[in-house]
Nanobody
Framework: VQLQASGGGLVQAGGSLRLSCAASGRIFKINHMGWYRQAPGKQRELVATVTTDGNTNYVDSVKGRFTISRDVAENMVYLQMNSLKPEDAAVYFC???????????????WGQGTLVTVSS
């Protein structure tokens, strides 16, 4: 399973960006998808996740500003980021918990990361 993230860039504080992530390869089922981020000198942290049923979860710092959505049929996940703050600047990584075959366990897969820079 390969994950390709896109949509990062430079934005002023208060601005918006939309991240996209496409999953491809041998996929039987993607159970959940999400976004994590890692700022310089900090640990990677969960930003948001979404299940196949559409249940979402957000880190407190982005609630009300970020929205995660998913296109199950196209194996895509999106992160709409509004009211961006300098502290949101990080490399954002797409994540998927997926099965490659009917008999496979759920494994974790990661995209290559996309850089989000927020100027103050």
């Amino acid at each position: 399973v390969q994950l390709q993230a896109s949509g990062g860039g430079l934005v002023q504080a208060g601005g918006s960006l939309r991240l996209s992530c496409a999953a491809s390869g041998r996929i039987f089922k993607i159970n959940h998808m999400g976004w994590y981020r890692q700022a310089p000198g900090k640990q990677r942290e969960l930003v948001a996740t979404v299940t196949t049923d559409g249940n979402t979860n957000y880190v407190d710092s982005v609630k009300g500003r970020f929205t995660i959505s998913r296109d199950v049929a196209e194996n895509m996940v999106y992160l709409q980021m509004n009211s961006l703050k300098p502290e949101d600047a990080a490399v954002y990584f797409c994540h998927a918990g997926a099965q490659r075959t009917m008999w496979s366990r759920i494994d974790n897969y990661w995209g290559q990361g996309t850089l989000v820079t927020v100027s103050s």
